[in-house]
T-cell receptor, first 112, second 111 residues
Framework: ETGVTQSPTHLIKTRGQQVTLRCSSQ?????VSWYQQALGQGPQFIFQ???????GRGNFPPRFSGLQFPNYSSELNVNALELDDSALYLC???????????FGPGTRLLVL | GESVGLHLPTLSVQEGDNSIINCAYS??????FIWYKQESGKGPQFIID?????DKRQGQRVTVLLNKTVKHLSLQIAATQPGDSAVYFC??????????FGTGTSLTVIP
């Protein structure tokens, strides 16, 4: 069984740029959720994708968008980066939206 | 808005003692709760979960208690070991497929 993987592990961008983060779900899982974790804080829910459709969204602006592909992998896109977007971005997969989520190691994004 | 909070931000326990980590939630519609452990530089790791139709669930060395009357969740770790040192988060799922995490409690096990 393959766990959740994320790429890249680290990324440095400048304000105003755009970024794409990638996530491969655990084998057999059809749902991917994305979280933003600022230093010293708990993960904040961004959105969830189930069978290629957005299936729930947290309190994040529209410049945070996502995709899920037929193989259930997913992308998180952030446009017009701001300094406060610097955080650890976590992806979690599950079999269904209400089921246990298994997290990847995260992508650490630094916006300068 | 929804909030999931922890009573104690830090907890230190002696190796071999039992640990109790508490969590308060505010949304009475929450129907699924999870405890996660996060070690430095890693993603959260699932520990145990509980649904709202239960008030207690046990795993290996861990027990989760849910008190819906006072909207309180606790994680009990028996015979705490140095490897249990980490930040522990409770998370709640509310209808609409939204998960909310608390701020976290840092557990330090003293050898």
């Amino acid at each position: 069984e393959t766990g959740v993987t994320q790429s890249p592990t680290h990324l440095i961008k400048t304000r105003g740029q755009q970024v794409t983060l990638r996530c491969s779900s655990q084998s057999g899982h059809n749902t991917v959720s994305w979280y933003q974790q600022a230093l010293g804080q708990g993960p904040q829910f961004i959105f969830q994708y189930y069978r290629e459709e957005e299936n729930g969204r947290g309190n994040f602006p529209p410049r945070f968008s996502g995709l899920q592909f037929p193989n259930y992998s997913s992308e998180l896109n952030v446009n017009a980066l701001e300094l406060d977007d610097s955080a650890l971005y976590l992806c979690a997969s599950s079999f269904g939206g209400m089921e246990t989520q298994y997290f990847g190691p995260g992508t650490r994004l630094l916006v300068l | 808005g929804e909030s999931v909070g922890l009573h104690l931000p830090t907890l230190s326990v002696q190796e071999g003692d039992n640990s109790i980590i508490n969590c308060a939630y505010s949304n009475s519609a929450s129907d699924y709760f999870i405890w996660y452990k996060q070690e430095s530089g890693k993603g959260p790791q699932f520990i145990i979960d509980i649904r709202s139709n239960m008030d207690k669930r046990q795993g290996q060395r861990v027990t989760v208690l849910l008190n819906k009357t006072v909207k309180h969740l606790s994680l009990q770790i028996a015979a705490t070991q140095p490897g249990d040192s980490a930040v522990y988060f409770c998370a709640e799922n509310i209808p609409g497929n939204q998960f909310y995490f608390g701020t976290g409690t840092s557990l330090t096990v003293i050898p």
